[in-house]
Nanobody, 121 residues
Framework: QVQTVQSGGGLVQAGGSLRLSCIAS????????MGWFRRAPGKEREFVAA????????NYADSVKGRFTISRDTANNTVYLQMNNLKPEDTAVYYC??????????????WGQGSQVTVSS
């Protein structure tokens, strides 16, 4: 079983930056590809970004390409989401999650507790 601890998020003005972190622990945690998802009020869950277990491969939603960067510290099994040039439409609760693989953008195995990101205009 994998446990996660998320941190980061908060309130920022449009054009600003935030960074989210997700520490995954447990015997099998390091073998998972991982990703970030978000859910805005009244909307369905949306895939944001994914990274392979070794950090070598990434995948992004078109809506965040060029603005968000996913990275992974394999020594500490921490996944980060650096969010730059934030827009009001990025406002959502962000979740880290396990994935079967980077190209399969469906949560698998575990799901974080969520971090609120609010972008004011």
């Amino acid at each position: 079983q994998v446990q996660t601890v998320q941190s980061g998020g908060g309130l920022v003005q449009a054009g600003g930056s935030l960074r989210l972190s997700c520490i995954a622990s447990g015997r099998t945690a390091t073998s998972y590809d991982m990703g970030w998802f978000r859910r805005a009020p009244g909307k369905e869950r949306e895939f944001v970004a994914a990274i392979s277990w070794n950090g070598g491969t990434t995948n992004y939603a078109d809506s965040v390409k060029g603005r968000f960067t996913i990275s992974r510290d394999t020594a500490n099994n921490t996944v980060y989401l650096q969010m730059n040039n934030l827009k009001p439409e990025d406002t959502a609760v962000y979740y880290c999650a396990g994935l079967r693989e980077v190209s399969d953008v469906r949560p698998f195995g575990f799901w974080g507790q969520g971090s609120q990101v609010t972008v004011s205009s």
